[in-house]
């Protein structure tokens, strides 16, 4: 059983920055290390859209392999903290359009996947 739960969001100006965070449950804390970890969205009459993705820390990809998708790229950076099994997602010069609840997501193979309750992140003026 793995608990998520996101941490950070807020009402933010357009051209600031939020840290979203994102720690599981100290019963993921031997399975949090291969899990790949996503950030995803969504927005009042959207889809979900995957935001950015982690790929497990290990001796040949060090922390992770990282994607983004492409209406972030250059302001948003995701990173992972194995030894205390939390996520962050670094949110700079965000846009109104950035708008949306924002979710956890843990894909830990045939361990299970697994989302966290969301967090919301409102950019306007």
């Known amino acids: 059983q793995v608990q998520l739960v996101e941490s950070g969001g807020g009402l933010v100006q357009p051209g600031n920055s939020l840290r979203l965070s994102c720690v599981a449950s100290?019963?993921?804390?031997?399975?949090?290390?291969?899990?790949?970890m996503t950030w995803w969205r969504q927005a009042p009459g959207k889809q979900r859209e995957l935001v950015a993705t982690?790929?497990?820390?290990?001796?040949?990809?060090?922390?992770?392999?990282?994607n983004y998708t492409d209406s972030v790229k250059g302001r948003f950076a995701i990173s992972r903290d194995n030894a205390k099994n939390a996520v962050h997602l670094q949110m700079n010069r965000l846009k109104p359009e950035d708008t949306a609840v924002y979710y956890c997501?843990?894909?830990?193979?045939?361990?299970?996947?697994?989302w966290g309750q969301g967090t919301q992140v409102t950019v306007s003026s």
């Open positions: 100290r019963s993921a804390r031997s399975m949090f290390s291969i899990c790949t």
């Open positions: 997501n843990a894909d830990c193979s045939w361990m299970g996947n697994y």
């Open positions: 982690i790929t497990r820390g290990d001796s040949t990809t060090g922390g992770g392999v990282t």
